[in-house]
């Protein structure tokens, strides 16, 4: 139906219809840990109105705001399920809208289409839509079941984590497992298998997450990269938390998710995805 200008105009109309908004920052607005929705105000216009899809009968809206007051990183931990898909879809195609302005083929201006799911040059007619940056998100574990966790100097204090890297052009998602953990703390893996996926619009990746083996123990922290990284058994890491040596991201991202399964003895894609 978003294919239909006057489908989407009435679903504006529509007396469900809601509006989500998200800032230049990717900030939403939030009210006891569920996302605010507003009713319509205004006409609608397809430049900045753009329709996410239906919950059941109320068509979902949108837009870019001035500001929010939650950052999506911040407030992902509490939003239930269906509110943490709905923010990660918002805030993704409002990042998106503010970037893609311009035809990437022709640099002539481009339109929203598709009710804003694509953007269309009248110049070249070339359809444009949001991309996602592919990236991997990697568990490694050594012959005595211990996990590799590093830290980003970039990263708050205390903070450490899998590894993860951006995919490059022409490399399987294999490749940069390789690729990347070689070139962070110089281990050859084996055994690479998947886990699962969780979208990451900060501010477009989709994170694909795998399971390997470190062939060897020994690590060389790229440096600038990497300003830790080192084994952990399950009792070191339940220490170093409790201590506070040691923090975790945050609960909803997957790599959280991939410590929690390894902790808890069970490195699926069942307990992770
Ligand atoms: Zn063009």
Do not use: K
């Not at 289409?113 to 007619?125: E, N, Q």
């Not at 022409?170 to 281990?187: I, K, M």
């Not at 477009?204 to 795998?210: C, T």
């Not at 609960?251 to 490195?267: E, F, H, N, T």
């Amino acid at each position: 139906m978003r294919g239909d200008p006057s489908w989407v105009a009435a679903a504006w109309t529509h007396p469900l219809a809601q509006v989500v908004g998200v800032d230049a920052e990717g900030r939403l607005n939030t009210s006891a840990s569920r996302i605010v929705m507003l009713a319509p105000t205004g006409s609608y216009d397809p430049q900045v109105h753009h329709l996410i899809g239906t919950l059941g009968e109320a068509p979902v809206f949108a837009t870019l705001i001035e500001a929010g007051d939650s950052g999506l990183r911040t407030v992902m931990d509490s939003l239930p399920d269906a509110d943490l898909q709905l923010a990660l879809t918002a805030v993704g195609l409002i990042g998106w809208h503010r970037v893609a302005g311009f035809c990437p083929n022709c640099g002539s201006v481009t339109n929203p289409s598709a009710g804003g799911l694509a953007r269309r040059c009248p110049s070249c007619g070339l359809e444009d839509y949001p991309r996602s940056d592919a990236a991997v998100i990697v568990a490694i574990t050594d012959s005595a079941d211990r996990l590799l966790l590093a830290r980003q100097p970039t990263w708050p204090p205390r903070r450490y984590s899998v590894l993860a890297g951006f995919a490059e052009v022409g490399e399987s998602l294999e490749q940069v497992v390789h690729r990347e953990v070689g070139e962070e703390v110089g281990l050859e893996l084996t055994g690479i298998r998947y886990l699962g996926s969780q979208p990451w619009p900060f501010p477009r990746s989709l994170m694909v997450a795998f399971a390997a083996s470190a062939l060897g123990t020994e690590l060389h922290p790229a440096a600038g990269e990497i300003e830790d990284a080192g084994w952990f058994s399950r009792a070191e890491l339940l220490t170093a938390l409790e201590s506070g040596v040691v923090q975790l991201p945050a609960s909803a991202s997957i790599s959280r998710r991939m410590i929690q399964a390894w902790l808890a003895g069970d490195l699926s894609a069942e307990s992770v995805g």
